[in-house]
C-alpha cells in the first residue's frame, strides 16, 4: 500500500509523517507516531475509548481516517498534563476514584474536555450528555460525573 | 485494513470516480470506516470531495437546502433549523454527531438513519449528481450507485419548532441505539382534526419507511385517544422490523402502537 505524508498539529508539536492511504488516526497516533493514548476499543464508533479532539471537535479517532486531518490541530489525552502536572479534569478523575480499568479514562477525558472549553461551569445533564458517547463498564459513571463536575469549579475558582 | 484515498474538489469528479465496484463515498467514516474496520472486504478504496457546497446549509423562502456533508452538530447549531434539532440530537453522542452527515444517514441501514426517519416524515426530495428524487424512492433504491450517483444535498421545507413530531425509544439513556422511530409530521385544520399526515417509521424495516396506512386512518380524526385508535392498530400494517441484539421483530412490533399512540397525544 502506498504511503502518503500527513502534517497535522499534534498536542502542539508539529508534526510530519509518512503513513499508510487510508490508515485511520488511532492506528496513525499510536502505530507511526507513539501516543498511545487513544485506545482502540470497539473501532466501530460504539465505545468512545478512541475519542480526540479535532480542531476544538471531539472525534472517534477509530472512524477518522489521518489524511483528512491534514493541517488540523489534534490534542489526545496524552498532552494534557505539562511540565509533570496533571490537567485539572486527570488530577479530578485520580482524586474522584474514577477510573479503574483505565481503558477508557483518555477518551471520557477528552470528551469531558470539549465540553469544558465550550462550557466552563456545566450541570450535571451537560456532563451526562456530554460522556453519552463513551463507555465505561467499571465505575457505574458516578465518579466520573463527579470528576467532570468538580474539574469545571477549580477551574471556575481559578479563574474567580 | 488500509484502502487508497482519492480526494476531489469537484462533486462530478468524485461521482465518476465512485463508479467501480468496490469503491464508497466517505463521507463522515461513520458507516464506511466502519464497514472497513469491521473486515468488509467488498470495501477496496474510498473517494471523497471537498466541494464546499456540500458542506453548506441554504435556507430560502422556508426551504432548505442541506449539504450531504453538513453534520448533525451543524443541524444543531443553526438556529433556523430548530424543528429538525430533536431529530439531530438523536443520532449517536457527541463525537458521532460531529462525523455523521446527512447525505450518509440516508444510507444508514436499520436500527441507524433516524435522522432519515425525520427527513422521511417531513418529505424531503435528495439531490443526487444524476437528478432528484423524493426520498422515498431514493431509499427504496439506495443501494443502485449505478442509478443515481453521489448525493449532494437534501431539501425539505423546514418544519417550525415542535412542528415535527419525533420519537426514538432506546433502552440506553440518554442515548442508545433505536429499538423504534417515529417521526411525523401532520397539518391540522382550525377544528383540530387532520388534515393531511406523513408517519415514517426507523427500525420496522431495513430501511426507514412510511406507515402509509396509519397515514390515512388519521385524517379527519382529532388527536385524542377515541380518535386515533384506527390510526394506532394500523401502524405496523407493512412493516418487517429488524431482529438484533437491542430487540427482536415481535418485541418492536409489540411496541410500535404504544410508542406511535404517545407520540400523538403527547
Known sequence: ?160 | MSLAVQTYSSVRDASNAVKPDGIRYLGGGTLVVRAVNEGDLSITGYVRSTAPTLQTIDITDGRATIGASVTMAAILANAELAGLHPVAKAVGGPAVRNMATVGGNLFAPAPYGDFTVGLLAQDATVHSTDGDAPIEDFLAGRHDRGKRGIVKAVSLGVPSDGALRFLKISRVKPRGVSVVTIAAALALDDAGKVKSARVALGCMADRPIRAHAAEQALIGHKLVKEEIREAVAVVGEGTNPITDPVASAWYRSEVLPVHFSRLLLG
Open chain 1, 1 to 160: 500500500m502506498a504511503r502518503v505524508p500527513v502534517h497535522f498539529t499534534l498536542n502542539g508539536q508539529e508534526r510530519a509523517e509518512f503513513v499508510e492511504s487510508g490508515v485511520t488516526l488511532l492506528h496513525a497516533l499510536r502505530d507511526t507516531m507513539d501516543d498511545t493514548s487513544p485506545k482502540a476499543g470497539c473501532q466501530q464508533g460504539t465505545c468512545g475509548a478512541c475519542s480526540v479532539i479535532v480542531d476544538g471537535e471531539l472525534r472517534l479517532s477509530c472512524l477518522t481516517l489521518a489524511e483528512t486531518c491534514e493541517g488540523a490541530s489534534i490534542e489526545t489525552a496524552a498532552g494534557l498534563a505539562t511540565e509533570g502536572v496533571l490537567h485539572p479534569l486527570q488530577r479530578a478523575i485520580v482524586d474522584g476514584f474514577a477510573a479503574q480499568c483505565g481503558f477508557c479514562t483518555p477518551g471520557m477525558i477528552m470528551a469531558a474536555k470539549t465540553l469544558l472549553d465550550h462550557t466552563p461551569n456545566p450541570t450535571r445533564e451537560d456532563v451526562i450528555e456530554a460522556i453519552s458517547g463513551n463507555i465505561c463498564r467499571c465505575t457505574g459513571y458516578e465518579p466520573i460525573i463527579q470528576a467532570v463536575l468538580s474539574a469545571a469549579r477549580s477551574n471556575s475558582q481559578k479563574a474567580g
